[in-house]
């Protein structure tokens, strides 16, 4: 019978780039929540997918020379074929590019609008001309443009605004109610930083770019890609025109987000809904990051770990359990490898495998592989069956606090017990007294049964495992294997053959795995390396570059930006300026002399006031940046 329904969400992830081990994060953990809510008997509704408007997407597609939608069928075909990997049992998979969520996307903007919550105003940025691009002051950097390091013009453009002022205090109460934002310190920290302050109303369409979805009401506007991107949770279940699902699962009981990511989920769209006069979700959970060696993993720092890497070495089970044991789900923590792979051992390998594999192999060594019912007790039956059976309960508390970590610890406590219970009972004693038969069978059997309760509560975590215990154990899936079933020890029927597998987990050799490990990234990296060709060009569009051999002569740092060096040049009769961002990889003194190509037909531009005829060719990797030189005299033509 069905316990009512769950529905559970994970943030649609940008496809700029591929996914990395800190995305699968939210995902991993999602899926232990369907997989755990099915088991226990709930209908569940898991929504995952993917956002794909807005500039980026716009920019990234067309530096590949595709067309955005192009661009992105490949790349959501990837991330498709990743969660197929890791075994993502989502329910439905939602594009911000479907039809269906574009139209919808337009009924929630006018239903919006009608209500009076949209007006027109003025939209105040730093517009970057070559890169078409609107940046905030704060996303500056060095006073320029964060992407490609030159000037922004102050500008103004239309724009649409939603008014989230009015929403300020139901808002307070609602992040002030202790539930609706875990953990707690989050919701504090929302009503400090942002409610406290006071909301500003929230520009919601912008002129300057077009992918995206038109505003209905003015269709020169595009809708803000955070406006669009967090209706799919409603949209994906059909509203407002198809109401049928939306009225089943509606509200969420759960959004997933990563914490960089609650502002908009606990602000923003919880005002677009008190707009709609809809129902709020039930909880939003804002999880810490992944960092690697303190800091954000990011394709720019060279620090990201493919999850396909580690999934191949050691199965997705153990990836899963890492993931969701290893750290606290609220919070930040490191990821390293040697931590993952002492984990595996001490846990998996160790704790959980060992048990399985001793177990069976007794089974079969003292009793020709056949359980029987116990016949007698031993003292330590009592201790070891109670915690068994009340694990559950333990387990289901923790996980509807998203609590993954507890959850496997306290199904871990019950893994200790039972090996401890090996130790207690020694069946290798009794097996050397024929009187004891009885009793080395009843050990025997409860051993069994202890591992099945363990199985059927790992399954949600770790299916695979769950399965290989089964079939170690001759269980068959079904009425010994259900949610409930954990709560009742002595399940498994007398006569049950058990038998011999490969270990569950292999143990790792950590020092050598390490370094087998570095050697797999770094092929990885270099085969990822490879950028795509840009689009063909003609011996023309080649000849219109006027490519030359320059001697650096002068290096000196930028007055007013860390990141820039002006560097003065000698080519054949004539000297010039150019002003180039690789200040944090060269000193100047090292600069001197080099004989570097440079374009010197490009329009001078000011770089933060100071003037440049030119850009230097250069090529960079994770190492950093490396200049283009060659060793002719200065003034020579490239070609
Ligand atoms: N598209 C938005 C979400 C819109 S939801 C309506 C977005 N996408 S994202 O691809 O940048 O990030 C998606 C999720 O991945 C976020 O929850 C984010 O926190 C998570 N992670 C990305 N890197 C992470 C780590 N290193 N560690 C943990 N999670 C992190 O934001």
Redesign the pocket.
């Given at each position: 019978m069905s316990r009512g329904k769950y529905y559970l969400t994970t943030?649609?992830?940008?496809p700029s780039d591929k996914l990395h081990i800190?995305?699968t994060?939210?995902t991993v953990a999602a899926d232990a929540l369907a997989r755990f809510k099915r088991a226990a008997g709930y209908d569940v509704m898991f929504l995952t997918g993917t956002?794909e408007h807005g500039q980026k997407i716009e920019k990234v597609a067309q530096e590949k020379g595709l067309k955005p939608k192009e661009y992105l069928d490949g790349m959501i075909e990837d991330i498709k074929k990743l969660w197929a990997t890791m075994e993502i049992s989502y329910d439905q998979f939602i594009r911000t590019t479907d039809e269906d969520h574009e139209k919808r996307v337009q009924a929630i903007a006018q239903k919006m609008y009608d209500k009076g919550d949209i007006y027109k105003g003025h939209y105040e940025g730093w517009y970057c001309t070559p890169c078409e691009s609107f940046w905030t002051e704060a996303q500056l950097s060095d006073g320029c443009c964060p992407d490609c390091g030159r000037p922004v013009e102050k500008t103004q453009e239309e724009a649409y605004f939603f008014k989230l002022s009015k929403y300020q205090d139901r808002l307070r109460d609602l992040l002030s109610n202790g539930e609706f934002l875990l953990p707690e310190s989050r919701a504090k920290e929302m009503i400090s930083n942002f409610i406290d302050p006071g909301l500003d109303d929230l520009c919601i369409t912008r002129t300057s770019f077009d992918w995206g979805i038109k505003a209905p009401f003015d269709e020169k506007h595009i809708i803000y890609v955070w406006l669009d991107?967090?209706s799919?949770y409603i949209t994906a279940l059909g509203y407002p025109d198809s109401p049928e699902k939306y009225e089943k699962f509606w509200p969420a009981d759960v959004h997933l987000?990563?914490?960089?990511?609650v502002r908009?989920h606990t602000i923003i769209w919880p005002a677009m809904l008190m707009s709609l006069e809809q129902p709020l979700p039930k909880m939003v959970f804002g999880?810490g990051?992944?960092?690697f060696d303190g800091g954000?993993?990011s394709k720019s720092k060279g620090n990201v770990v493919d999850p396909v890497v580690l999934i191949e070495r050691y199965g997705v089970d153990a990836l899963k359990y890492f993931l969701l044991r290893e750290y606290s789900f609220g919070h930040d923590g490191n990821f390293n490898n040697e931590v993952l792979l002492n984990r595996l051992n001490s846990d998996l390998a160790n704790d959980l495998g060992n048990l399985v594999s001793r177990t069976v192999a007794m089974v079969l060594k003292y009793n020709g592989g056949v359980l029987e019912l116990p016949k007698v007790k031993t003292e330590f039956d009592d201790s070891l069956s109670e915690l068994a059976v009340s694990t559950g309960a333990a387990v289901e508390e923790r996980m509807d606090r998203l609590d993954f970590g507890n959850a496997l610890e306290s199904i871990w406590k019950v893994v200790r017990r039972t090996n401890k219970y090996i130790d207690e009972t020694m069946p290798w004693v009794l097996a050397k007294d024929e009187d004891q038969k009885d009793k080395l069978n009843s050990v025997l059997y409860n051993l069994s049964e202890s591992i099945r309760i363990i199985s059927v509560m790992i399954k949600p975590f770790m299916p695979h495992t769950a399965a290989k215990i089964w079939d170690q154990l001759g269980i068959v899936e079904g009425e010994s294997t259900t949610w409930e079933s954990a709560a009742t020890f002595g399940i498994i029927k007398e006569g049950t053959k058990v038998k011999k597998a490969p270990p569950l987990f292999p143990r790792i050799d950590v020092s050598k795995e390490l370094d087998a490990l570095s050697a797999a990234t770094a092929q990885e990296d270099e085969e990822e390396a490879s950028e795509p060709y840009k689009p063909e060009i003609t011996l023309d569009d080649f000849e219109k570059l006027d490519l030359r051999v320059a001697e650096i002569v002068k290096a000196e740092k930028h007055p007013k930006a860390d990141k820039l060096l002006v560097l003065q040049l000698k080519l054949g009769q004539e000297t010039r300026q150019i002003v180039s961002g690789i200040a944090k990889d060269f000193k100047c003194e090292d600069l001197i002399g080099k004989k570097i190509v440079i374009i010197a037909n490009l329009k001078p531009v000011k770089l933060r006031g100071v003037e440049s005829n030119g850009m230097l060719l250069a090529a960079d990797d994770a190492q950093g940046i490396g200049l283009v030189t060659v060793d002719v005299a200065d003034g020579s033509l490239v070609r």
């Open positions: 943030p649609i992830y940008y800190g995305h994060y939210t956002d991107a967090l799919n987000v990563g914490k960089e990511i908009f999880h990051w992944l960092l954000k993993m």
